[in-house]
């Protein structure tokens, strides 16, 4: 494993790609006993996505805008 991993879930991902060795072995795996199945993807399943107000958005919207507008 590399020292650049930083998160839980990049560890949790780079140790599947190790155990099965392709990430399309990683989406066959057939060890769903494993406590890190659910996060083989480097993903939290649980996670709930974040649901934002109409107010939010806009914010969200204007706030990319403007980031975007001084990178020109």
């Known amino acids: ?32 006993n494993c406590p890190m199945y659910p996060f083989r993807f480097g993903t939290n399943p649980f996670r709930k996505k974040r649901e934002m107000t109409e107010e939010q958005r806009e ?3 204007k706030r990319l805008a403007d980031a975007r507008a001084k990178r020109r």
């Open 1 to 32: 494993m590399t020292s650049s991993i930083t998160s839980p879930l990049k560890a949790i991902r780079q140790n599947c790609l190790e155990c099965n060795g392709t990430a399309q072995e990683v989406k066959l795996c057939p060890c769903t």
């Open 59 to 61: 914010a969200a919207s």
